[in-house]
Nanobody
């Protein structure tokens, strides 16, 4: 079975930092792009950052550029999202997901809550 296990969420004050982890099993990790998404109740899920499977290309939403960093450790089948200078508007449930190139995201983790207090 494919599993993506997201962890690292919590409560932090504005300006603080958190590091999320997404540990994958059941897939050939190197073949998959990994993305981080977030969702607030009543709003659509939005992409936060992505890491490609092959050439190290990364993507960031404009709202997090310069504050968040996505990285992957293929030896540990894990992707990280380092979140610095957190703002209250970053409060959301964060999900990681995996996809093969040119495909839709097909595997999703369970989500981890991030709450940033002002």
């Amino acid at each position: 079975d494919v599993q993506l296990q997201a962890s690292g969420g919590g409560l932090v004050q504005a300006g603080g930092s958190l590091r999320l982890s997404c540990a994958a099993s059941g897939i050939t990790f190197d073949d998959y792009a990994i993305g981080w998404f977030r969702q607030v109740p009543g709003k659509e899920r939005e992409v936060v950052a992505c890491s490609s499977s092959s050439d190290g290309t990364t993507y960031y939403a404009d709202s997090v550029k310069g504050r968040f960093t996505i990285s992957r450790d293929n030896a540990k089948n894990t992707v990280y999202l380092q979140m610095n200078s957190l703002k209250p508007e970053d409060t959301a449930v964060y999900y990681c997901a995996a996809k093969l190139p040119l495909r839709n995201y097909s595997y999703w983790g369970q989500g981890t809550q991030v709450t940033v207090s002002s």
